[in-house]
């Protein structure tokens, strides 16, 4: 038994109202996708720039109150609280050393060891002379790939008188 | 050999088959405006939230440096003074507001200085806290908090107690 449903009626003309809404639902289902990845385009930079902004914040934040305090571990502390961040140290030669902190951190930029997704790596770096001793403190936040993100660089200069009165 | 009456039977199923397709067209169209529109007031709205704490956030901590001096008065006033004039930031009502102060000490003397502002920033809370030579400045907005440090005023300096 033959169906009596057919897409070419019994006249032999096609349906053109038919025909019609499959090449619009064609056409609506293609601009659709294109819009629908245009808004999920638009809603993930929207995030990069607020996680962005985020570490923009967080590394100047950093950057202050080095420039203030002069230390790393206190740098560390003020910004996310006592905690036991592991600081690297070494001695350089021409009396100068480096201390270097890599900090697991949520895209939020807050500490998280257990599961980051950011890494803010700071890089203290420091010259004696005569005068006094030069810091160089060197913020840099790197996604899991290790592609760096964000970067940013102050100092902190101590006279000598300073630190030999701090000294006595 | 078709048998009598099928052949209107197919014209009907071929008139449903087509209003069919344009109810899932209207339908789809629908729902598509509805997402579309949904996400770009997500996207928006978290938007102007991050801008306005952010900027909040930005704005007092630019002009703390730029200031003489600067002194927090509660967890939501901070007096800002530069020669010949003072500036006073506070948070009222779900605002951050700013007002000048003609001359030295003006805004001591004024009955109700945290009053008549120029409103500046829409945000939830603003909470400013002053730590060992540091002002941190806390802006929050529909759930977007930023956190900023600045040093209390120009050319501070507590480096000196280092060992």
Do not use: W
């Amino acid at each position: 038994m033959k169906s009596p449903i057919k897409a070419v009626p019994a006249g032999g003309r096609l349906n053109l109202f038919f025909m019609e809404m499959i090449i619009v639902l064609m056409f609506f289902s293609i601009a659709s996708a294109v819009i629908l990845n245009a808004f999920a385009a638009s809603g993930r930079l929207s995030r990069e720039s607020e996680r962005l902004e985020r570490m923009s914040f967080c590394a100047q934040s950093a950057a202050e109150i080095f420039s203030e305090s002069g230390s790393l571990s206190q740098t560390l502390e003020e910004l996310f609280g006592s905690g036991s961040y592991e600081i690297l140290n070494a001695d350089l030669e021409g009396g100068g050393y480096a201390a270097e902190a890599k900090l697991p951190l949520t895209g939020d930029c807050e500490y998280s060891p257990q599961s980051p997704e950011i890494f803010m790596i700071l890089i203290e770096t420091a010259e004696k002379s005569d005068s006094g001793t030069l810091k160089i403190l060197s913020v840099k936040f790197e996604n899991t790939d290790n592609e760096e993100l964000y970067r940013i660089t102050s100092g902190a200069y101590i006279p000598a008188e300073r630190r030999s009165d701090a000294n006595e | 050999m078709n048998r009598p009456g099928s052949g209107r039977l197919a014209e009907t199923v071929s008139s449903a088959a087509s209003m069919t397709l344009f109810l899932i067209f209207s339908v789809c169209c629908l729902i598509i405006i509805a997402v579309a529109s949904s996400a770009y007031g997500r996207i928006s709205g978290n938007y102007d939230s991050t801008f306005n704490s952010a900027a909040a956030v930005r704005y007092i901590t630019n002009k703390i440096r730029a200031s003489e001096s600067a002194e927090v008065i509660s967890e939501s006033e901070l007096l800002l003074t530069n020669s010949g004039y003072e500036t006073l930031i506070y948070y009222d009502g779900g605002a951050v507001f700013e007002r000048l102060f003609a001359g030295a000490d003006s805004m001591k003397n004024e009955d109700s200085p945290n009053a008549g502002g120029e409103r500046m920033f829409g945000a939830e809370s603003l909470v400013i806290e002053e730590t060992d030579g540091l002002i941190k400045v806390t802006a929050e907005d529909s759930g977007h908090s930023f956190t900023a440090y600045c040093r209390s005023c120009r050319g501070s300096n507590r480096r000196g107690t280092e060992k």
